[in-house]
């Protein structure tokens, strides 16, 4: 993909988030999953809301408050001796090792021998596989874990570092990719094919990322259907806000990587050399 094409791209993408896509793969052109209400169930919404009541159930959510409360947790990986491979912690991994310490730490495999230190530690172990055994719930903490979203300053990035600076950024940010295994950016002698195969990639980037853990509404606390369909529409427009500005941060770094890339501009200044050595050519030619 030519500069010129990849920026025409990165314009339409930037338009979809102006007008609402909330589908986490680039290249998808979808609005929000939203259910749309009746206007029994509208005018009921709206009458709540005006009266306050559903402010009064509403909980705001920081990003912080968030972290917070997965650190309370603990680091689940490591309770089940996976601190290793955390995130990339596969389904047998986590049954494997939830079965290694049941051998340990269950109850009836200590009976009498019991003590309070083995009872909370076979409370944590419960607690980190329901977690992470449960797709939902494991997608929820692990998304909910501190992350750096840091991209690189432009101002900062010189051909000396550009490699191991965008590398690092983009290695961090694979944990969240659907499709493995994610291209690496390679180095100065990639072929320019790589290269142009490891933009294409981030360019139809599909993330895993979770936004649930900013829902201000807990639909247990909703009165009657109408209320909770209500709930869940807000609670869907919020995590719609999030994945908005998710892609818009991927965006920002795959352009930033791209408008920087030594081997994009080389290709360009040979590509102008061409075409300059070309016209000469002509010129002569006629002369």
Known sequence: MGYENLKKKYARMEERIKNGSSNANFSEDEEPEVEKLDPEEESKGRERASSGDYEKKRKKKTREDIEREALQKGDLYAVLGLEKLTYEAGDSDIRRAYQKFALKYHPDKLGDKTTEKDKEMW??????????????KRRRYDSSLPFNDTIPNEKDITDANFFEEFSTVFNR???????KPTPNLGDMNTPIAEVKKFYKYWDNFESWREFSQYDEYDLNEAQDRYEKRWMDNENKKLRSCHEKAERKRLIRLAESCYNLDPRIRKEKEEEAAEKQRKKDDKKNFKA
């Open 123 to 136: 409370l944590k172990i419960q607690d980190a596989y329901e977690t992470l055994s449960d797709p939902t």
């Open 173 to 179: 940010n694979a944990m969240w990719a659907k499709k």
